[in-house]
């Protein structure tokens, strides 16, 4: 079996409901989700004039092969609603992969470790939850560390604990 770690998200519609049918979603399609972190709050990144990012770290075993991954996690965005009409723009989910096994994987449509992630807060956050002591396969560190040297300032906020989520 295949460790899948991927990060959810979505700032439109019922952003919670929106996480958990993606988990449902997931779980049907890729396997198992075996770890989940807490939900978190962050200001959009990229393109900031929208509203607020739920987001969500899984863990999940699979026996799907990376490239049969990506084809699926796109499909479950598609099955929910997300039309890729705007770079960093609004969006119902987004699935992304942070991590399939140890691999790295650098092809035009899959690109394994998630080559962006430890230069957003709203990434390592909810990973560091789960698999502190990981250590990123081209990095040469520990997620822990990556969290440490980001550089990201904007602040991601546990949901659960705001009394909204």
């Known amino acids: 079996m295949n460790k899948v770690f991927l990060l959810i998200g979505g700032n439109m519609g019922d952003r919670l409901q929106n996480l958990h049918q993606a988990i449902s979603l997931l779980s049907a399609a890729v396997g198992p989700v075996i770890q989940q972190s807490a939900v978190y709050e962050t200001a959009a990144w990229g393109k900031t004039d929208q509203p607020a990012f739920l987001n969500q770290a899984l863990l999940l ?10 084809v699926t996690v796109l499909s479950v965005e598609e099955e929910m ?20 096994n140890e691999d790295v994987i650098n092809e035009p449509h899959l690109t394994i470790p998630h080559p962006q992630m430890q230069n957003r807060r709203f990434a390592l956050v909810p990973l560091v939850e789960l698999a502190p002591e990981m ?17 990201d300032e904007l602040p991601v906020v546990n949901f659960s604990k705001t009394g909204l989520g």
């Open 61 to 70: 075993t699979s026996r799907l092969s990376a490239r049969e991954l990506i």
């Open 81 to 100: 609603g997300r039309h890729r009409t705007e770079k960093f723009g609004p969006r119902v989910i987004d699935i992304d992969i942070m991590f399939y």
């Open 135 to 151: 250590i990123h396969p081209v990095l040469g560190k520990t997620l822990e560390e990556l969290l440490l040297e980001c550089k």
